[in-house]
């Protein structure tokens, strides 16, 4: 069975950082694009950053210079650090995993990430 569990997630107050975490099991993610998403309240849920098997990166605009994402793939994990965080970061944060070679696509739960005063 394929699971992708969040954490990190919580609450910090503006300018704050957090590190997220995507722990696999049931796939190698050596094998997978993999990618974090949020979804706030009342929005479609929208890619936050991606890391493809040899390493390349993408991000969303509104999180350059902010987030990085890594992977490990010694350890199966994939990490977001997000920096400088701000309100409009407030989302529930998803792992996904893509395998390119016959599109198996996967997500874990989520994990809240609030960002308040």
């Known amino acids: 069975q394929v699971q992708l569990v969040e954490s990190g997630g919580g609450l910090v107050q503006p300018g704050g950082s957090l590190r997220l975490s995507c722990a696999a099991s049931?796939?190698?993610?050596?094998?997978?694009?993999m990618g974090w998403y949020r979804q706030a309240p009342g929005k479609q849920r929208e890619l936050v950053a991606t890391i493809t098997r040899g390493g390349k990166t993408n991000y969303a605009d509104s999180v350059k210079g902010r987030f990085t994402i890594s992977r490990d793939n010694d350890k199966n994990t994939v990490i977001l650090q997000v920096n400088s965080l701000k309100p409009e970061d407030t989302a529930v944060y998803y792992c996904?995993?893509?395998?390119?070679?016959?599109?198996?696509?996967?997500w874990g739960q989520g994990t809240q990430v609030t960002v308040s005063a």
């Open positions: 996904n995993a893509k395998r390119p070679v016959d599109f198996r696509n996967y």
């Open positions: 049931g796939i190698i993610i050596s094998s997978y694009d």
